[in-house]
Structures are given as C-alpha cells and as structure tokens.
C-alpha cells in the first residue's frame, strides 16, 4: 500500500483552533472588559452636557473621605514600592576566547591517548569512539598543561590555566563595560574542581588591587550548574546592597582533573570538558537599566542530593590504582530528566500563559479522576520563551531535552555550536550559548531566554532573561567563525 498522505486541511484546521483557543484565554480579561469599557462610553457620549452635571452632583464627597481615601493609596503604594524586590540587570559579559596554540584536533588528541594509555588499547579505543559521537568539533581547547606526553597537572600549571582563562575574560568585560576595578561592590567565583588557597577571588582581588570592604565568595563543587547558583547568590546579595556591582566568574580548571587512568566511566569527561570561563556584570543600579542588555525574571533551583543514586552519579573518587577522576553513571541521563521536571514544575507557573496552564491543569485532573494511563499534557515553553540556552554537557544531554521539551533544532542549535565549536566548558557553557545567540544577531527588544543547566549532587537550575534592548552582534568568542555556523554535526565522525 503507497504511504497515506497527510491531511493538511485538517492539521491547519487543527493548528488555527489551538491559536484561537490560546489568545481568547491569554486575553480574556481584556476581552470582558473592552466590550463594558464600551458601552459605557457610549453611554456616557448619549448623554447631553446637563445630565453629566446633575450626575457629579448627585455624588457627594466629605473632605474627610476624600483625605482619609488619599492617605491609604499613598501609604498602599509606599509599602508595595518598599518592599518590591529591587530588579537585577545583566549589564553585560565576556566569554574567554582560548588561543589557537590550545586547541586539539581529534587527531592529536586520540594520539596523546595511544601514548599515554599505550598499555590498554581497549581504552584508547572506547576514547575514540566516544569521540566520535560526542558532537565536538575540531577546534576545542586543552590548557597547556594536558598537551604535555604524559601530561603536568601540577600546582603552578593549574593556577597559570587559572590566570589565563579569568583575567581574559575579566579584561574583555572591563573593556566592554567601562568598568573600573574599584567599582566592584560584590565578587563571585565559581570553579568546582581547583580550590586552592588562597581562593581564585583572593587571586582576581591581588591582581585588579579591588576594594578591602569588597563581598567576596568562592563556591566550589557545585558543578556545570554553578553559574545560575552565582547568579542566584548575587541576586540576593544586591537585595540588601543598593546601587551595587557584582560581579560574577563562572570556570572549570582543567588542569588538576585530567583523568589518567583506565576506568571507562572516569575516562569520559575527559573526551568531553575543555577549557573556558565567563565574566559576568550584574547591577542593580537604575542608571544601568538603559545600558543593560537583560533583565532578570526568574531564576528556580531543584536539588535531588536527598537520593542517592542522584548523589552519586556524578562522582568524584580514585579509581583501584589511585587515579583521581570523576565518575559518571549510566544512570545520568534519567536522573537528569526526574530533576528537570521538577524544575519545570515550579517554574511553569511562574512564566508558561494561561492557556498552557490550564491544559495541563486539565491533563493532570483527567488522569488522577477518570484514567491515570492518559497520556500526560507536555506544556509547550516555546509560548514562554523565545531562545533557549541548554547546557552543552553534551550531545545526550541536548538529544534528551530537545526531545522532552519539544523543541525545534533552531531552538538548541546555540548548545550544539558551542559544543561543537568549544566543548562542555562545564558552568561558562549558558554564556558562550547566549553569546552565539548575540552574534547570529537574534536577540530582540523584549524576547525571553531561558537558561538550563544541570550540575553533580545532583542539581537543576534555571533562570529566565528577558532582553532590555535590541542586541547588535560586535565583538565576542564567535566573532572569527559566526559565518560558518550552524554547521552539519553527523551522528558519527569516523576517526
């Protein structure tokens, strides 16, 4: 039998009711009252000049009602503007851009595997083939340090990797923003892996000479979603401190934690992390609300550390012959999915339209009244946001989201450039993204981005932009290559 033919008429039938039905409910209070507003307007035209005098007349007002009415707005108004949360922009940010002498070509990388693992074929040949599906491309980056045979993870290459990486990205956003060091209120580091004391803050705080009243922090071991909790972190922070700057330092260190042992599950990330950082300017000073490029709306943290297998399936340990690497479970990919929809169930109320509120709420009665096998109502966010920034953790990660989420491949093609073009560079990943977005000049006046990202313990976390202005593509990461991507990403790349 030939293929049955769609039925178009149908399906556009079908697609026009669903917008019906979302505008009549996204608008329905402006549709209950225009028609009201109306007619007493033109009640109002019917009647001749003395009716409209008799009808003020007819209305009596005391003084003291009048003053007492008067009191109550502004004492109304006076507490909502006191204690409304002061908004946090987004001035601007940097991404590091590593240096050509860094990068590593699949061919040179599988090289350095032979020779370090010269005596366990069988994990040189599980590298490549995980390689080969990874969805990176030719030009990711290794610090120095790693492209020594066998590599040097000492103390001093690990802070040289960390200089590298934080004052680019650092100098970029001064260049960018204006800022001067001394404006900085509220300093934030965020790297998981490389702790060393004194702490990457105290290391940025002796290089720019910052303030000595500066609030400064440094989180570590909180993982690829360590960004959004900085950003959470400085969110609060500038509640309490009026007319202040934070700023934000997302990275990984490489350098410390390349794995060189044999343990498939460790040898992993190895195919995958590469080098990066972003600098990242918040304010929430009101003179900065012309000049920021995003407002922030939103922002849900969910943590699943209560459960042990979401607890260990990203895991830091020695494997049987010492070797210190992190362990990832095959497990990671459904214990992400169990964390991201109870992520999505507390943020979906806060951003998804009444439309797609009420069919799920619907869906949700449905099966827990008259049949729990119905298939249960996905709301579709694409009507929440316009761009979406999933973390590049890689090509899995993408796959499962895109699909759960529904989304088109203009919707994640932002996370598979940037893991094609820069690797998983772990919690820096959301802004290299974002910065794709900008330099494909997609970004407009009022559109919403969603950021997601997960991280080890086990998190997800989420935050919602909204765009303050139009963004015009200049100069950042992407700036060198931007026309050649999208770029094809087979499913295989045979090495």
Known sequence: MPPKMPDHPSSVKLKYVKLGYQYLVNHFLTLLLVPIIASVAVKLLRMGPEEIFNLMNSLHFELLHVLCSSFLIIFVSTVYFMSKPRTVYLVDYSCFKPPVTCRVPFATFMEHSRLILKDNPKSVEFQMRMLERSGLGEETCLPPAIHYIPPTPTMESARSEAQMVIFSAMDDLFKKTGLKPKDIDILIVNCSLFSPTPSLSAMIINKYKLRSNIKSLNLSGMGCSASLISVDV??????????????????????????????????????????????????????????????????????????????????????????????????????????????????GPLVLPASEQLLFLSSLIGRRIFNPKWKPYIPDFKMAFEHFCIHAGGRAVIDELQKNLQLSGEHVEASRMTLHRFGNTSSSSLW????????????????????????????????????????????????????????????????
């Open 234 to 347: 400085a969110r609060d922070l500038l509640q309490v401190h009026p007319n202040s700057n934070a700023v934000i330092i997302s990275t990984e260190i490489i350098t410390p934690n390349y794995y060189q042992g044999n343990e498939r599950a460790m040898l992993l990330p190895n195919c995958l992390f590469r080098m990066g950082a972003a600098a990242i300017l918040l304010s929430n000073r009101r003179s900065d609300r012309w000049r920021a490029k995003y407002k922030l709306c939103h922002l849900v943290r969910t943590h699943r550390g209560a459960d042990d297998k979401s607890f260990y399936c990203v895991h830091e340990q020695e494997d049987k012959d010492g070797n210190v690497g992190i362990n990832l479970s095959k497990d990671l990919m459904a214990i992400a999915g169990e964390a991201l929809k109870a992520n999505i169930t507390t943020i």
């Open 432 to 495: 290299y993204e974002l910065s794709y977005i900008e330099a494909k000049g997609r970004m407009k006046r009022g559109e919403r981005v969603w950021q997601i990202a997960f991280g080890s313990g086990f998190k997800c976390n989420s935050a919602v932009w909204k765009c303050n202005r139009t963004i015009k593509p200049s100069t950042n990461a992407w700036s060198d290559c931007i026309d050649r991507y999208p770029v094809f990403i087979p499913e295989v790349v045979k090495l």
